[in-house]
């Protein structure tokens, strides 16, 4: 057996423990500039983006507005996909995707275990509002 540095074996596994962090509370939508790790706190950056919030607030409002009307009733689907989203409300994939990642970051919208084809033929995760998430899961159970 090779020993290594401080006589420890080479094969031991020395586990450190991981410390608990808690998950901070999910910020408002439009309230986190999800590039600031990019730009630095550039000030015409920092400028752009509280320029944008209330668009970014009203765009996320409507994103949240149609996922909400994705109900699975009266032949309506169950959630929505960005690419659903982009093409219902005439916004960028970029811009639906960017919005429902607030959506999610806020806890406003969930993804569940289902999934649509986009239409680059891709597959993509369908996300829904808190009160469709049972129905979302008893419709992956039927689909497994």
Same mark, same amino acid.
């Given at each position: &057996?090779? /020993? $290594? $540095? #401080?006589?420890?074996?080479?094969?031991?596994?020395?586990?450190? *423990?991981?410390?608990?962090?808690?998950? *901070?509370? *999910?910020? *408002?939508?439009?309230?986190?500039?999800? /590039?600031?790790?990019?730009?630095? %706190?550039?000030?015409?950056?920092?400028?752009? #983006?509280?320029?944008?919030?209330?668009?970014?607030?009203?765009?996320?409002?409507?994103?949240?507005? #149609?996922?909400?009307?994705?109900?699975?009733?009266? %032949?309506?689907?169950?959630?929505?996909?960005?690419?659903?989203?982009?093409? !219902?409300?005439?916004? +960028?994939?970029?811009? +639906?995707?960017?919005? &429902?990642?607030?959506?999610?970051? @806020?806890? &406003?919208?969930?993804?569940?275990?289902?999934?649509?084809? /986009?239409?680059?033929?891709?597959? =993509?995760?369908?996300?829904?509002? !808190?009160?469709?998430?049972?129905? @979302?899961?008893? =419709? =992956?159970?039927?689909?497994?």
């Amino acid at each position: &057996m090779q /020993t $290594l $540095l #401080f006589g420890i074996d080479a094969g031991d596994v020395i586990e450190k *423990p991981k410390p608990k962090r808690e998950k *901070p509370a *999910p910020k *408002p939508v439009g309230e986190v500039d999800i /590039t600031a790790n990019r730009h630095k %706190g550039h000030k015409q950056s920092v400028k752009a #983006f509280e320029s944008n919030k209330e668009r970014l607030k009203g765009q996320a409002a409507r994103v949240y507005d #149609f996922i909400a009307s994705c109900d699975g009733v009266d %032949g309506r689907p169950l959630g929505a996909i960005a690419d659903e989203v982009s093409k !219902a409300l005439h916004i +960028s994939g970029q811009s +639906s995707s960017a919005r &429902m990642a607030d959506l999610k970051r @806020a806890q &406003m919208i969930f993804e569940t275990e289902l999934e649509r084809v /986009t239409q680059w033929q891709n597959t =993509a995760t369908v996300c829904v509002i !808190a009160e469709h998430r049972d129905k @979302a899961a008893k =419709a =992956a159970e039927v689909n497994q």
